[in-house]
C-alpha cells in the first residue's frame, strides 16, 4: 500500500458494499477511489482489473468453508456467479449458512463484508507497489492435465459449481447419513445444492438426501453400517440444471465410537472408485445420451483424516487401472484448496501417484 495515513475500515466496507451491489461485471462504472488507490498504488483510472485482483485476493485470505465460500457469491467472484444478480449472488450466499436471504442480510452480509474489508486492508499493505495478487483459489479454476497417455481436468474450486459433468462421486459416511446442507464438506455442498427451493430460497424438496435415504430403504440398509467401499446412486436434483446428471456416494468414512471423527483406509477409497466406474459403465448404454464424465474429489482428505497424497494416490490407482483397460471416460478432479491442486500436480507430473 502506498505511504500514508491507514485506509478507514468504514470507508473500505462501503466501496466493497457497492461492489456488493453492482457486482464485478460492473467494476468500471463504479467510483471506487479508495479500493483503486489500494489495488494500483495511486495509479490514475479506475483500475478495475487491479481492485478485482484485491478482492480475489483478500476473499482467497479468508478461512476456508462458510466464509469464504459466501464472500465468493456475495461479490460475484466464485466460477460461474459473476454475471448474476445482486439478488441471485446474495441468496446462494445465504444458503451457503443454511438461512433465509433476509437473515443473511441483516446478520451475515454485514460479518461477510466485514471480513473482506479487513483482507482488502491486509492484503494492500503487503503489496507495496499495488501489486496484489490473487490466489489460484479463484483465479485458475480449471487446468488440463496430462499422465503419461492419459487427459484429465482438474478444477479448483467448490464441488457445487461443477457443470456438465455427468457423475460427481461423494464421499459418505457407511450409514450413507448426509450431513447438515449448512455444513461445508462436499455432501453437505451437493445436498444444498441439489434441493429445489421456492422463489425466496424456502426448501420445497431435499432431494439428494430423500433419494439417499430412499435407496438405503431398497436394499435393507436403512439404520444399519453398508461394507467400505458400497457405492449408492442418486439423481443430482437441481443440480440438473448445471449439467449433473447422477451422484455416486461412495462409503469410505467408517464413524470413530464415542467421537466426531472417521477412519478412512486407502484401499476402501480405491475399491469405492472402482465400484463408481463399474456402476457408470453399467448404466451408460441404457441411458441418452450415454454417461461419459465422472468427477471425483479427494476421498477421505477432509474429516476423514487422509493426507492429500494419500487420497489422492488411493483414487489415482483406480483411475489409471481404468484407463489402462481402454476405458474412454472423461475424468475430472476437483479440490477447494490451490495446496490441495498442487500436489496433485506434482504428482502427476512427476509419476509419483
Known amino acids: 500500500m502506498p ?8 470507508a473500505i466496507l462501503g466501496e466493497v458494499k457497492a461492489v456488493r451491489r453492482a457486482g464485478i461485471v460492473r467494476l468500471r462504472e463504479l467510483d471506487l477511489p479508495l479500493l483503486s488507490r489500494l489495488a494500483s498504488g495511486r495509479q490514475p483510472g479506475p483500475g478495475a482489473p487491479a481492485v478485482e485482483r484485491l478482492l480475489t ?7 476456508g468453508g462458510t466464509l469464504r465460500d459466501a464472500a465468493a457469491y456475495s461479490l460475484g467472484l466464485a466460477q460461474g456467479t459473476r454475471d448474476w444478480s445482486a439478488a441471485g449472488r446474495r441468496r446462494r450466499a445465504a444458503e451457503v449458512y443454511g438461512v433465509s436471504v433476509e437473515r443473511f442480510r441483516k446478520h451475515h452480509e454485514p460479518m461477510v463484508l466485514g471480513q473482506v474489508a479487513e483482507q482488502v486492508a491486509h492484503a494492500a499493505a503487503e503489496a507495496p507497489h499495488g501489486d ?8 485458475e479454476t480449471h487446468r488440463e492435465l496430462r499422465a503419461g497417455p492419459y487427459r484429465l481436468t482438474l478444477h479448483v474450486h467448490p464441488v457445487d459449481l461443477l457443470r456438465d459433468v455427468d457423475v460427481i462421486v461423494a464421499p459418505a459416511n457407511v450409514y450413507f447419513a448426509l450431513p447438515e446442507p449448512y455444513k461445508s464438506s462436499i455432501s453437505a455442498s451437493l445436498r444444498r445444492a441439489g434441493a429445489l427451493r421456492g422463489p425466496t430460497g424456502e426448501l420445497i424438496e431435499d432431494r439428494v438426501h430423500d433419494e439417499l435415504r430412499a435407496w438405503t430403504v431398497r436394499h435393507g440398509a436403512a439404520g444399519r453400517a453398508v461394507q467400505p467401499g458400497t457405492v449408492a446412486v442418486t439423481g443430482p436434483g437441481a443440480l440438473s440444471a448445471q449439467g449433473v446428471r447422477r451422484i455416486h456416494h461412495a462409503a469410505v468414512a467408517v464413524p470413530r465410537a464415542g467421537t466426531n471423527d472417521y477412519d478412512v483406509l ?17 448404466e451408460s448404454p441404457h441411458v441418452a445420451p450415454p ?12 474429516r476423514g483424516g487422509l493426507a492429500p497424497e494419500v487420497s489422492f494416490a488411493a483414487v489415482w490407482a483406480a483411475v489409471e ?10 475424468v475430472h478432479l476437483v479440490v477447494r484448496e490451490p495446496t490441495s491442486a498442487e500436489v496433485i500436480v506434482r504428482m502427476l507430473e512427476g509419476g509419483r501417484a
Request: aromatic share 4%; proline share 10%.
Open 57 to 63: 485476493t483478500a476473499v482467497s485470505r479468508l478461512d
Open 291 to 302: 454417461l461419459r464424465s465422472v468427477c471425483l474429489p479427494l476421498l477421505g482428505a477432509g
Open 132 to 139: 496484489a495478487r490473487p490466489a489460484p483459489l479463484i483465479g
Open 3 to 10: 505511504n500514508g495515513p491507514a485506509p478507514d475500515h468504514a
Open 266 to 282: 486407502p484401499a476402501d477409497v480405491t475399491r469405492a472408485v472402482t465400484r463408481s466406474f463399474a456402476l457408470l459403465a453399467e
Open 321 to 330: 487401472a481404468e484407463l489402462a483397460r481402454g476405458a474412454e471416460w472423461e
